[in-house]
């Protein structure tokens, strides 16, 4: 299973972008799926997580309440809604999967990149 990300660009402070998350390839479940970020010489970080079934969704404290997560298992597409952008939101948005249903994320995207002007 691949995934890939997109959605990524350049908005103003304030605006909002939607990232997509598409996962190639048969899983015999559906994934969690989480979005990290890393802006230059910063370690990554993380964003937002969906469990399989979009009944548990993770926040990390600098996006909660700004950002939604959410997934389309039709799709096998995971969403990630930014609202309110600011400045340090600006990183490479990388989406990432438990595809073998432990514990870590076995598998990731190539990242995507959301820049904010302010």
């Known amino acids: 299973v691949q995934l890939q990300a997109s959605g990524g660009g350049l908005v103003q402070a304030g605006g909002s972008l939607r990232l997509s998350c598409v996962a190639s390839?048969?899983?015999?479940?559906?994934?969690?799926v989480g979005w990290f970020r890393q802006a230059p010489g910063q370690e990554r970080e993380f964003v937002a997580a969906?469990?399989?079934?979009?009944?548990?969704?993770y926040y990390s404290d600098s996006v909660k309440g700004r950002f939604t997560i959410s997934r389309d298992n039709a799709k096998n597409t995971v969403y990630l809604q930014m609202n309110s952008l600011k400045p340090e939101d600006a990183a490479v948005y990388y989406c990432?999967?438990?595809?073998?249903?432990?514990?870590?994320?076995?598998?990731w995207g190539q990242g995507t990149q959301v820049t904010v002007s302010s």
């Open positions: 390839g048969r899983t015999k479940h559906n994934p969690h």
């Open positions: 990432a999967g438990k595809i073998r249903g432990g514990k870590e994320y076995d598998s």
């Open positions: 969906i469990n399989g079934s979009a009944y548990r969704k």
